[in-house]
């Protein structure tokens, strides 16, 4: 599989060995694409894109095994 799947409650989901599935709330969804965007150095940033920014961040290490 390549590229990234979206699915919304209701679908089937099955994940191909190998994959992971993130499930977050569908009104979430600006607020992870502010936080994905880049911060130029020095940049000031919001504490809830922080925030959302910090939960990606563990969420993905606990997908790397770095992390309960």
Do not use: W, Y
């Amino acid at each position: 599989m390549t590229g990234i799947a979206i699915k919304r409650a209701g679908d089937t989901v099955e994940i191909p060995e190998g994959c992971f599935a993130l499930i977050m709330p569908a009104d979430r969804a600006h607020a992870a694409c502010v936080a994905l965007q880049p911060v130029p150095a020095g940049a000031t940033t919001s504490t809830a894109t922080q925030t959302t920014r910090n939960a990606l961040l563990k969420a993905l290490a606990r997908v790397q095994g770095r992390g309960k």
